[in-house]
């Protein structure tokens, strides 16, 4: 059976950090990737990273705020997240899909964390 557990958010004031970590379990992914959500707007692509080589993908909002890692001996991908802001305030999901590629828009993830609450006050 195929868990994404995932951990490490809170609340932070504007500029700190937090780490997100996503540990997989059940199979081999091809990338993992971090999407959030924030209460009423619809869920956004952060951050992605090949498993095999490690490239890594960011959306603009992020770019130079945010670290995605993976480590393969723990099947752990994490998100560094530095300078919050307010506007960072959503639910942080872990994605993980096994068909080779990149995808930006969440529809081809074969698996999905439960989510974890990251809140930015101002």
């Known amino acids: 059976q195929v868990q994404l557990v995932e951990s490490g958010g809170g609340l932070v004031q504007a500029g700190d950090s937090l780490r997100l970590s996503c540990t997989a379990s059940?199979?081999?992914?091809?990338?993992m990737g971090w999407f959030r959500q924030a209460p009423g707007k619809e869920r956004e692509f952060v951050a992605v990273i090949t498993w095999s080589g490690g490239s890594t993908y960011y959306a603009d909002s992020v770019k130079g705020r945010f670290t995605i890692s993976r480590d393969a001996a723990k099947n752990t991908v994490y998100l560094q997240m530095n300078n919050l802001k307010p506007e960072d305030t959503a639910v942080y999901y872990c994605?993980?899909?096994?068909?080779?590629?990149?995808?930006?828009?969440?529809?081809?993830?074969?698996?999905w964390g439960q989510g974890t609450q990251v809140a930015v006050a101002s």
């Open positions: 059940g199979r081999t992914f091809s990338s």
């Open positions: 994605a993980a899909r096994v068909v080779s590629g990149i995808d930006y828009s969440g529809r081809y993830y074969s698996d």
